[in-house]
Nanobody
Framework: QVQLVESGGGLVQPGGSLRLSCAAS????????MGWYRQAPGKQRELVAA???????TYVLSVKGRFTISRDNAKNTVYLQMNSLKPEDTAVYYC??????????WGQGTQVTVSS
């Protein structure tokens, strides 16, 4: 049973924008901190941004001011708005949900490629 479903990846030119979406099952979404991770070829997976159930956000330094994470509690969906994209943002982006009671869930990943 798929718990997290991502969408919105693709190919974009440098300086462009993309919005990633991750729809979660309600039982997971309502109690979880939601996050976006990414993994570039040959590199470790890294946390890009996260948002708690109360709306507190955190970002990796390299995306601050360019990316915005948000959550829509009515739709059980978390978003990652990515602006001013750079080639170094190219990676597979994974949605993540975490809570003490249910543990960790991962989405299947969506490819983001920034290239001219």
């Amino acid at each position: 049973q798929v718990q997290l479903v991502e969408s919105g990846g693709g190919l974009v030119q440098p300086g462009g924008s993309l919005r990633l979406s991750c729809a979660a099952s309600e039982r997971i979404f309502v109690i979880s901190t939601m996050g976006w991770y990414r993994q570039a070829p040959g590199k470790q997976r890294e946390l890009v941004a996260a948002i708690t159930t109360r709306g507190t956000t955190t970002y990796v330094l390299s995306v601050k001011g360019r990316f915005t994470i948000s959550r829509d509690n009515a739709k059980n969906t978390v978003y990652l708005q990515m602006n001013s994209l750079k080639p170094e943002d190219t990676a597979v982006y994974y949605c993540n949900a975490g809570s003490q009671s249910l543990g960790i869930y991962w989405g299947q990943g969506t490819q983001v490629t920034v290239s001219s």
